[in-house]
């Protein structure tokens, strides 16, 4: 695993590059937006609608 000589030519893509995949920066993006979206359609769930009082 360590002896791979692919490993510093993947880990070079950006900071926060995946172990062995070379997936970069904008892998971590997708996934931090998807949690977000995720989380806010939670909450969105959870609390209470208000009624229309009129």
Do not use: C, E, H, Q
Request: glycine letters at 12%; zero cysteines.
């Amino acid at each position: 695993m360590y002896d791979n000589p692919a490993a510093p030519a993947a880990a070079g893509i950006g900071s926060g590059t995946l172990a062995m995949t070379g997936a970069g920066d904008v892998f971590w993006l997708a996934l931090a937006a998807f949690a977000l979206l995720a989380l806010g359609l939670a909450v969105k769930r959870i609390v209470p609608v208000r009624a229309d009082r009129s």
